[in-house]
């Protein structure tokens, strides 16, 4: 690292609450070292009362740009110059790229979590998936996976802060795709069990099963998985919560949030760069495996 730092290196930054267990610097510096970029990639824990002050000093200090992460998705978009078209549909900001000053605002989420499913041989297109959560990062799955050509989407989620957006978000799925999306509340867990069984693929897309929610799940028990159905965790911090615990018990294919956030990385990689990461490698650097 000594001696690839020079005058001329760009950073590129992590702003999200909290991040520290984030595999992205890791992921992002490693693919920067092969390719031979002159960047560095850090992470910086900046929450939602700091997260304005933090976009100013992208500009300030002519950093290339940042990816951002919970709780700051859904926020940031608003002190950007610029949304691109899915960023503007979902709502939700993860990438942003500073062109000499001008700060645009991108989601490469959903491509990340599509893409790592079809990675690992599933392929849930004219299928049915049942997914929890409504903030950004479900928003863009939900979005992207209507867009490629989810037939059913069984969202679930608490009657809080997120709950609008998933109304936004079902109104936008059913209006503008082909897709049939339909919302419930997470409390219900009879409707919760009944959707499960119905789908293809099960999704938990919030921040419980990590830190400060680790030990906790989205599903109260075991007995609502079943062997045949896939069970994608999007945290990845632990690497396997005590939801996917439970869904491997039963005999369910189960996968962590690691795919998604090596090609979500890779769309933002490519953001910054031009050119996409070296999938094979980083799969090496990061241990990511697949499991059958």
């Not at 000053?101 to 297109?125: A, E, P, R």
């Not at 479900?138 to 037939?151: K, M, N, Y």
């Not at 830190?211 to 799940?217: A, D, N, Y």
Request: charge should be negative; include cysteine; hydrophobic fraction near 40%.
């Amino acid at each position: 690292m000594n001696e690839r730092i020079t005058g001329h290196t760009q950073l590129i930054g992590l702003m999200a609450y909290p991040i520290r267990h984030s595999s992205s610097p890791q992921m992002h510096n490693a693919a920067f070292e092969k390719l031979g970029y002159d960047h560095v990639y850090l992470a910086f824990e900046v929450g939602e009362d700091k997260i304005e002050d933090a976009v100013n000093a992208i500009r300030t200090l002519d950093l290339r740009g940042s990816n951002v992460s919970m709780p700051n998705k859904t926020l940031v978009g608003q002190y950007l110059d610029e949304l691109s078209p899915a960023a503007r549909l979902c709502g939700s900001v993860n990438t942003i790229v500073n062109d000499h000053g001008h700060l645009t605002g991108h989601i490469t989420d959903g491509i990340g979590f599509m893409m790592s499913l079809k990675d690992n041989d599933i392929d849930v297109i004219g299928k049915k998936m049942t997914i929890v959560g409504a903030g950004g990062a479900a928003t863009a799955i939900q979005i992207q996976a209507a867009l490629d050509g989810v037939a059913e989407i069984s969202i679930f989620n608490k009657k809080d802060q997120h709950w609008a957006r998933g109304v936004d978000t079902v109104e936008k799925i059913n209006g503008q795709t082909k897709c049939r999306a339909i919302l419930y509340d997470l409390d219900d867990t009879d409707r919760l069990r009944a959707e499960m069984a119905d789908s293809y693929l099960f999704v938990n897309a919030t921040g419980v099963g990590m830190k400060p929610l680790e030990g906790l799940s989205v599903v109260p028990d075991a007995s609502f998985f079943y062997p045949e159905l896939i069970v994608v965790d999007v945290p990845y911090s632990p690497l396997e919560t005590t939801m996917r615990k439970m869904a491997k018990e039963v005999g369910c294919k189960t996968m962590n949030g690691l795919g998604m956030m090596l090609f979500q990385g890779s769309a933002a990689f490519e953001l910054w760069t031009g050119e996409p990461m070296p999938i094979g490698y980083m799969k090496e650097i990061l241990h990511i495996s697949y499991d059958e």
